[in-house]
């Protein structure tokens, strides 16, 4: 049986460092667009609060005060919760971006100890074909263990998605009734 090439090492080492640069990478991506939205939140809510602070403070009495108050409310939490659905995406985008290496690893991990296996049971001595079936069986079973879970984990993140976006909805129009529900008494 052959043993591990340099040329072999070192194509693996490529690879490994190749994967680890396209991690990193999407990793700073995904810091970059996290930031972004945090400082574009910040800066609106500063002008928000500015401008919520002068209307407050323009208000001649108090029933304009509540009335102001229960109006800004809406808008403000239609603003939590598009953060909060941003930063969920870019957290689902880096979960899948790192999947799909996972994913690839895997299946090259698997083609590998395939070709070892084909190359070792062409080596081996007579007799030890049930071995080797053995191995391959049980690398059958560990494959599709690890299908079953990946498909698991994905049908998990899709009812977590449509979950946020039932709570988000929920939440919007819970804002929305008591806002109007408030305007109504204060007028």
């Not at 603003?79 to 895997?106: C, D, F, T």
């Not at 990946?150 to 009734?177: D, G, I």
């Amino acid at each position: 049986m052959n043993a591990f090439t340099p040329e072999q090492f070192a194509a693996t080492n490529k690879a490994n460092i190749e994967t680890l640069l396209s991690l990193t990478n999407s990793a700073f991506a995904n810091a970059e667009r996290l930031a972004a939205l945090n400082l574009n939140t910040a800066r609106s809510i500063l002008e928000d609060s500015v401008a919520s602070t002068k209307a407050l403070m323009g208000a001649k009495d108090l029933q304009e005060v509540l009335s102001l108050q229960s109006s800004l409310a809406q808008p403000l939490v239609e603003k939590a919760v598009a953060y909060a659905r941003s930063v969920y995406e870019i957290a689902s985008q880096s979960q899948e971006e790192l999947s799909k290496v996972v994913e690839g690893q895997v299946a090259e991990m698997n083609k590998g100890v395939a070709v070892a296996l084909d190359k070792a049971a062409k080596s081996a001595p007579a007799g030890s074909d049930v071995a080797v079936a053995a191995v391959k069986s049980a690398i059958a079973a560990a494959n599709s263990a690890y299908d079953s879970f990946s498909k698991a984990a994905k049908q998990a993140t899709e009812l977590a998605e449509a979950n946020v976006a039932a709570a988000t909805s929920a939440t919007v129009k819970a804002v929305s009734t008591t806002t109007k529900t408030a305007a109504k008494k204060a007028a």
